[in-house]
């Protein structure tokens, strides 16, 4: 049994924790994480890399179904979804090896069992001091200073239809797939679901979309999800909005699922659920605590994300702010900055970078038009589209289709939002999270010279837009 004493003890060591326990390694701090499977969580295992690997080899399907366009006639060619499954595997495996090397390097201890904190005893007089227990029945017991608590999120389930792992998958069970299905029904038009609709079409599966709302994509700008729905539409998904499912609406066979959407009754092979993630909040010994939790179970932090338990913080998915692998890290950098006094900038959520890797890309940051308008903001939307930029033609099938844009408070002239769809936006995205960062203004956007020809010229011709001096449109 360990009775080491740790500055900190990060509970879980997804992207949020061991991001978090580097940076207070780095402040000559001991660290400790713990992790009841693997170190990189989520984004690596079942998330952000794994689809992405396979997006990947989506994408040059794509490039090869459309070669002749390039002026190369390809005969022959097939799916290998066995070699496109192991490229993904390795990709992983070696990113995981690379994590592992940074514990190492970082001198971080790694415990390898499920933590729980512990409340106080004779022995500590507050509550935060880590128990963990192996599978082998065996525990430590780990003292410490601070905890960060960054245990993530899981997939969700429908109340009247639970994951079985066969038929009825999360994305976790997709990922895990040897073999494509024939068809797939994906509950929820949201960012993961939408992800696995992109993949799955161009892969040859039949692919059915059913979003409860009244579109998908809700948290992107309007006029972007349609965009993304034709070309989506164009290449064979099939959507059914405002589609709110009932048990009776379900029937899961030995061999398929049959699913009734308002008038028409259709038959999948299997269904991803993705309707959203919940937080593992339950069972780490909360009740321990002081910590609050908000009505949707996530952990209530204030700006440096430091619970009612002043020594105890949290960050990552368990917060539920954004869900996503570069929030998560900036969050757990936050924390354990604020706990070692290192100079904590508090995550600007307005001005983090958001992606959604289908084909076409999506990426945005800050409001869209509609939701200016909503907060009362006299907003204008200024558009540059792809078509207008030659690399961004000679390089993508369908530019015509992309634009950015550009929406500015008019009461300043600041920039609240950039939202765009087209080619390399999940990139370009990060040049505006620099302006965003550095407080750039549009102009100052428009004035830097950008490599002809180039992608991100759009950007520049963007800034000079809203200036009323754009040259290509
Ligand atoms: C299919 C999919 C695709 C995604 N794609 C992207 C993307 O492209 N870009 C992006 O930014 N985000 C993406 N995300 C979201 C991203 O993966 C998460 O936001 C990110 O992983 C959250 O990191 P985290 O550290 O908070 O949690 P996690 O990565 O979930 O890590 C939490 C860790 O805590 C461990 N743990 C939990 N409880 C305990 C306990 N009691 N004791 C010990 N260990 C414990 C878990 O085993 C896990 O390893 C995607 C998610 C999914 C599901």
Known sequence: MSEKQYDLVVLGGGTAGYVAAIRASQLGKKVAIVERSLLGGTCLHKGCIPTKALLKSAEVLQTVKHASTFGINVEDYDINYDKMFV??????????????????????????????????????????????????????????????IATGSKPYALPFLPFDHERILSSDDVLALETLPSSIGIIGGGVIGLEFASLMIDLGVEVTVIEAGPSILPTESTQIAKVLKTALTQRGVKFYENVKLAESDVKVTDSDVRLSLNNDNIVVDKVLLSVGRQPNTADIGLNNTKIKLSKSGHIETNEFQQTEDKHIYAAGDCIGKLQLAHVGSKEGIVAVEHMFDAGPIPVNYNLMPKCVYTQPEIASIGLTIEQAKKQGIKARGFKVPFKAIGKAVIDSIDSEKGYCEMVVDQLNQEIIGVNMIGPHVTELINEVSLLQFMNGSSLELGLTTHAHPSISEVLMELGLKVEDRAIHV
């Open 87 to 148: 490229r993904k595997e390795e990709i992983v495996k070696q990113m995981y090896q690379g994590v592992e090397h940074l514990m190492q390097h970082n001198h971080i201890d790694i415990y390898n069992g499920t933590g729980r904190i512990l409340g106080t005893s004779i022995f500590s007089p507050q509550s935060g001091t880590i128990s963990v227990e192996y599978e082998d029945g065996e525990s430590d017991i780990l003292p410490n200073q601070f905890v960060l």
